[in-house]
């Protein structure tokens, strides 16, 4: 399995704001992945983040509104910019781990923008 | 694209009773993940299957993924309240990185509840 762990665990924002989530993992992966939960719904994914390279954005997410950082292969921060209520969400890291790439999910960010 | 669509939408049994939840594809699965997960939490990795006709268990649960690899079930053996969240199947992109499996497709979760 993968020990991952992001920061913080909770925020209650205004809008307008900036907020920056950190996810670290107990080794060094490849991929790491950024995805979105919004309140009642299911999981989807916001980007890629490889380390070297920009993140590969899925459609309807920009990296003007989710800029992604990934300085080595252990660590990615996602920052969600001028943050809106809409943008309330459980936001989670996910990295693969394993000869058979199992996908496995940080504790998550649970994010009220007021 | 590909879509999950997961049967029933929620659940409610007593403890001790068995379930099964159904995770149906409108394309080939390369490879299935269950997850559980706790409300405003995060996801807990159950299984993977990848393989027509594989089965897996763990404790209590079993998945299993079909010969033609477009459904999946998961089952619960005896519940108890500990089982109790919100499961979600999620399908692996075969079009994404080459040999290894990318992003996740995820069905819309069912939610269980398990009386004591």
């Known amino acids: 399995s993968a020990v991952i762990s992001q920061k913080p665990s909770r925020d209650i924002c205004q809008r307008g704001t900036s907020l920056t989530i950190q996810c670290q993992v107990d080794?060094?992966?490849?991929?790491m992945f950024w995805y979105r939960q919004q309140p009642g719904q299911s999981l989807t994914l916001i980007a890629t983040?490889?380390?070297?390279?920009?993140?590969?954005?899925e459609s309807g997410f920009v990296i003007d509104k989710f800029p992604i950082s990934r300085p080595n292969l252990t660590f990615s921060t996602l920052t969600v910019s001028n943050m809106s209520p809409e943008d309330s969400s459980i936001y989670l890291c996910?990295?693969?781990?394993?000869?058979?790439?199992?996908?496995?999910f940080g504790p998550g960010t649970r994010l009220l923008v007021l | 694209s590909q879509e999950l669509e997961q049967s029933p939408q929620s659940l409610i049994v007593q403890e001790g009773k068995n379930l099964t939840i159904n995770c149906t594809s409108s394309?080939?699965?390369?490879?299935l993940y269950w997850y559980k997960q706790k409300y405003g939490e995060g996801l807990i990795f159950l299984m993977m299957?990848?393989?027509?006709?594989e089965e897996k268990s763990h404790e209590k649960i079993t998945a299993k993924l079909d010969e033609k690899k477009q459904q999946s079930s998961l089952h619960i053996t005896a519940s108890q309240p500990s089982h109790a969240g919100i499961y979600l199947c999620?399908?692996?992109?075969?079009?994404?990185?080459?040999?290894?499996?990318?992003?996740?497709?995820f069905g819309q979760g069912t939610i269980l509840t398990v009386h004591p």
């Open positions: 996910s990295v693969q781990r394993g000869s058979q790439e199992t996908q496995y």
């Open positions: 080794s060094q992966v490849t991929m």
């Open positions: 983040a490889n380390q070297g390279s920009e993140a590969t954005y």
């Open positions: 394309k080939t699965l390369y490879g």
């Open positions: 299957l990848q393989k027509g006709g």
């Open positions: 999620g399908a692996a992109d075969p079009n994404a990185g080459g040999t290894s499996y990318g992003k996740l497709t």
